[in-house]
Every structure is written in structure tokens, then in C-alpha cells.
């Protein structure tokens, strides 16, 4: 399974960005995906997650109402919709798969990174 993320960029306070997470497997249509973030310095931690058909989702209380992830199986994609962005958001944005778990052991496969950055 590979994971690519992609859309993130620099964008002020208030504003909104969109995640994307391309996967390619033959299998990762099964998997439950999730998003996670790392801020300088900080531990990489949960953002959000999604069953595999999409009917369970689950966020952190710090993105609750802010951010919406969804999924689309026929493109083999993730996305997550971050809206009213706040600078304490800033951090390399992570996708995973085959959990739904808020712990970053239950997630086997990882993409690269994307980048978010929101000034104030």
C-alpha cells in the first residue's frame, strides 16, 4: 500500500485547505484511514479517522466541527476539509491506513507529509 498526501500550502487564519490522500493497494478500499499531524517539535498526533465505508468517523476534540474527513472508494482517496483554520493548526499534515485508532502503532501504512501553515 502507498499513501501520497497532497494540498497543503500557507493560508491565513480563518481560512480553509483541503487534504487529499491518494492510496494505491489492492486492498486499501477495506482499510480504515485516518489523518494525523506534527507540529516542530511536537508529537505526531490524531486528527481525524474514517471506517472503511465511510459510515464512522471520528476527530479530536481540538478539530471537532472545523474539520470534516470523507472518502471516496472508487478513487481510492481520503480527503480532510479543515475550514476556520487557526495558526496553532501549523504542521505536517500525515495519512494513514488500515485503522481507525487514535495511536499512531494501530496504523500500518504512512504517506510523506504535507505541509500546513496558517499565519495570523
Known amino acids: 500500500v502507498q499513501l501520497q498526501a497532497s494540498g497543503g500550502g500557507l493560508v491565513q487564519a480563518g481560512g480553509s485547505l483541503r487534504l487529499s490522500c491518494a492510496a494505491s493497494?489492492?486492498?486499501?478500499?477495506?482499510?480504515?484511514r485516518g489523518w494525523f499531524r506534527q507540529a516542530p517539535g511536537k508529537e505526531r498526533e490524531f486528527v481525524a479517522s474514517?471506517?472503511?465505508?465511510?459510515?464512522?468517523?471520528y476527530y479530536a476534540d481540538s478539530v471537532k466541527g472545523r474539520f470534516t474527513i470523507s472518502r471516496d472508494n472508487a478513487r481510492n482517496t481520503v480527503s480532510l476539509q479543515m475550514n476556520n483554520l487557526k495558526p496553532e493548526d501549523s504542521a505536517v499534515y500525515y495519512c494513514?491506513?488500515?485503522?481507525?485508532?487514535?495511536?499512531?502503532?494501530?496504523?500500518?501504512?504512512w504517506g510523506q507529509g504535507t505541509e500546513v501553515t496558517v499565519s495570523s
Open positions: 474514517i471506517s472503511w465505508s465511510g459510515g464512522d468517523t
Open positions: 493497494g489492492r486492498t486499501i478500499r477495506t482499510y480504515g
Open positions: 494513514a491506513a488500515d485503522s481507525v485508532g487514535r495511536g499512531t502503532s494501530t496504523y500500518h501504512y
